[in-house]
Nanobody, 126 residues
Framework: VQLQASGGGLVQAGGSLRLSCAVS????????MGWFRQAPGKEREFVAA????????DYADSVKGRFTISRDNAKNTVYLQMNSLKPEDTAVYYC????????????????????WGQGTQVTVSS
């Protein structure tokens, strides 16, 4: 099982980035997916989540209206489009997968996720 996150980088405040997470070794369409982030000295926190089908999504209050999670089940990939970035969005971003055989819902706690990617650094300068 491999979750490969990419797309991070350095961007000025107000800019945009699109993160991708390619999943292999799993039946991707059976997984609810999520994005979390961890800033230095802080705990890993929930950012966004999407159900297996992509029909249901959830966002942390801090990113609502700025970030959009989506998925392409044909490409085994989940995305996080990040717009209007702020310095406080600076963190390592992790994608995660939660196996859901029957349920089509999202999950927004770390404990609900079974597999994690290696993380990609996002740095927003002021």
């Amino acid at each position: 099982v491999q979750l490969q996150a990419s797309g991070g980088g350095l961007v000025q405040a107000g800019g945009s980035l699109r993160l991708s997470c390619a999943v292999s070794g799993r039946t991707f369409s059976s997984d609810a997916m999520g994005w979390f982030r961890q800033a230095p000295g802080k705990e890993r926190e929930f950012v966004a989540a999407i159900s297996r089908s992509g029909s249901f999504t959830d966002y942390a209050d801090s990113v609502k209206g700025r970030f959009t999670i989506s998925r392409d089940n044909a490409k085994n990939t989940v995305y996080l489009q990040m717009n209007s970035l702020k310095p406080e969005d600076t963190a390592v971003y992790y994608c995660a997968a939660s196996y859901q055989r029957y349920s089509d819902r999202y999950y927004n706690t770390r404990e609900d996720y079974d597999y994690w990617g290696q993380g990609t650094q996002v740095t927003v300068s002021s």
